[in-house]
């Protein structure tokens, strides 16, 4: 049986675990955090927006087109595509299945590639980050056999 790969994550943290078979449980294979996704968005720009010189007397202050938290999120989000795009291109994993809250699991979803995406059985948008791994199981026990 192949190994199938669980991402649990928000925009801030991330748990990775395998599961092997029936009977396996859940193991984790890795912890990822990203604190930059719970600064102030204040926090995460470098000054005051940069000044535009247009045609005529006045200037106007640029802003950037996303918002720095949201950036931050997709940095967060393209991290945990690279995880599962390389479990899937090593061989070491046959089947994902993605937790994540739903404007968080669109960001990853932009980020798999084609055959990852492919590999991905079942999604769930919820933020399961703070379940322990026994309720995870019996939140997952529908798509897997722990």
Same mark, same amino acid.
């Given at each position: ?29 890795? /912890?990822? =955090?990203?604190? !930059?996704? #719970?600064?102030? $968005?204040?926090? *995460? ?8 010189? %247009? ?11 996303? /918002?720095? =938290?949201?950036? !931050?999120? #997709?940095?967060? $989000?393209?991290? *945990? ?8 291109? %090593? ?56």
């Amino acid at each position: 049986m192949a190994t199938t790969w669980i991402l649990v994550a928000n925009a801030s943290q991330a748990k990775l675990y395998a599961n092997t078979g029936p009977n396996k449980g859940l193991a984790l294979v890795k /912890d990822l =955090k990203h604190p !930059e996704s #719970r600064e102030k $968005a204040s926090d *995460l720009v470098s000054d005051r927006p940069g000044q535009m010189h %247009s045609p005529g007397n006045g200037h106007r202050a640029s802003q950037p087109k996303t /918002d720095p =938290k949201t950036n !931050e999120a #997709r940095h967060f $989000a393209q991290e *945990l595509a690279r995880e599962l795009n390389h479990g899937r291109s %090593s061989g070491q994993v046959g089947r994902f299945i993605l937790v994540a809250p739903p404007a968080f699991m669109g960001l990853i979803n932009e980020k798999l590639d084609g055959p990852t995406a492919g590999l991905v059985s079942n999604r769930f948008e919820k933020d399961y980050t703070k379940s322990s791994e026994k309720e995870l199981a019996g939140h997952l026990e529908s798509c897997i056999f722990l």
